[in-house]
């Protein structure tokens, strides 16, 4: 017997933010491999007796893929269980090859990524009208180099709304790209630390200026988002433009312009 394997979105914290569909498949596992640097243990707990349940934060590539393999020969369900949404630097790919190669059947369920849950946090909209209507998500360059054309300087240039993940211990490199793309000092920049972790979110505000003083006073090295967009702090402007799918000049087909 094969088994199929599941990489399962887990959500950015809070594990009431797993889908349905993901919490189902965790009540009928018999084995769960957890991002345990990242996930949130309590993602595990609808997993039904007997499940086996094991942390990846000590293991390489081709062993959780080996452990992968061994479990989905054993149980119907196996469920990699991955932070936010797998197809945003999960290694999904990674993983699915050695597993396509061993012919097991892999499935994939999305998860809330945790530039929604901070954009959620702090009731922050990455579109508004007339101010912009694209949203770029993206990372500084560490260890992992960017491919060409991918700085962030080049991509603030569009002046949109970016979602900058894996990237707080290099806010000085977030800070260098966003002035060479000419964005103001006073620019907003907001960074929200474990969004959605019950008890753990810290919600920093600040601009391009002071915002890694900030930070840095706030004790924050680890798991957070970085925003920075023209949108930020709209909640509180005293005019904004409305969308024209709601104004009672504008025809559908659900509804006629009112007079």
């Given at each position: 017997?094969?088994?199929?394997?599941?990489?399962?979105?887990?959500?950015?914290?809070?594990?009431?933010?797993?889908?349905?569909?993901?919490?189902?498949?965790?009540?009928?596992?018999?084995?769960?491999?957890?991002?345990?640097?990242?996930?949130?243990?309590?993602?595990?707990?609808?997993?039904?007796?007997?499940?086996?349940?094991?942390?990846?934060?000590?293991?390489?590539?081709?062993?959780?893929?080996?452990?992968?393999?061994?479990?989905?020969?054993?149980?119907?369900?196996?469920?990699?269980?991955?932070?936010?949404?797998?197809?945003?630097?999960?290694?999904?790919?990674?993983?699915?090859?050695?597993?396509?190669?061993?012919?097991?059947?892999?499935?994939?369920?999305?998860?809330?990524?945790?530039?929604?849950?901070?954009?959620?946090?702090?009731?922050?909209?990455?579109?508004?009208?007339?101010?912009?209507?694209?949203?770029?998500?993206?990372?500084?360059?560490?260890?992992?180099?960017?491919?060409?054309?991918?700085?962030?300087?080049?991509?603030?240039?569009?002046?949109?709304?970016?979602?900058?993940?894996?990237?707080?211990?290099?806010?000085?490199?977030?800070?260098?790209?966003?002035?060479?793309?000419g964005w103001p000092e006073d620019?907003?920049?907001?960074?929200?630390?474990?969004?959605?972790?019950?008890?753990?979110?810290?919600?920093?505000?600040?601009?391009?200026?002071?915002?890694?003083?900030?930070?840095?006073?706030?004790?924050?090295?680890?798991?957070?988002?970085?925003?920075?967009?023209?949108?930020?702090?709209?909640?509180?402007?005293?005019?904004?433009?409305?969308?024209?799918?709601?104004?009672?000049?504008?025809?559908?087909?659900?509804?006629?312009?009112?007079?």
């Amino acid at each position: 017997m094969r088994g199929t394997v599941w990489f399962v979105g887990a959500g950015p914290g809070d594990p009431e933010l797993l889908t349905v569909k993901g919490r189902a498949l965790i009540e009928r596992a018999g084995a769960i491999l957890f991002a345990g640097s990242l996930v949130n243990e309590a993602a595990t707990r609808w997993a039904p007796p007997g499940c086996i349940i094991a942390d990846s934060k000590e293991m390489t590539l081709p062993q959780m893929a080996a452990w992968l393999i061994e479990q989905a020969g054993a149980h119907e369900t196996v469920i990699r269980l991955q932070t936010g949404d797998p197809a945003l630097y999960g290694a999904l790919i990674e993983l699915v090859q050695p597993l396509d190669a061993a012919g097991v059947p892999v499935r994939v369920v999305p998860g809330v990524s945790s530039a929604m849950a901070s954009a959620a946090a702090a009731v922050e909209s990455f579109t508004l009208p007339e101010v912009t209507q694209s949203v770029i998500f993206t990372r500084v360059e560490g260890r992992t180099p960017m491919p060409p054309g991918e700085d962030l300087a080049a991509l603030a240039a569009h002046r949109t709304t970016l979602c900058i993940f894996l990237s707080i211990t290099l806010l000085h490199k977030v800070e260098a790209g966003l002035r060479a793309a000419g964005w103001p000092e006073d620019s907003p920049v907001v960074v929200v630390h474990k969004a959605s972790w019950p008890g753990e979110e810290l919600i920093v505000r600040g601009t391009l200026a002071d915002i890694k003083q900030r930070c840095r006073d706030a004790g924050i090295v680890s798991q957070a988002m970085v925003l920075a967009s023209p949108t930020l702090g709209a909640r509180h402007w005293p005019d904004l433009v409305k969308s024209k799918l709601y104004d009672p000049g504008f025809t559908h087909r659900f509804r006629k312009a009112c007079a």
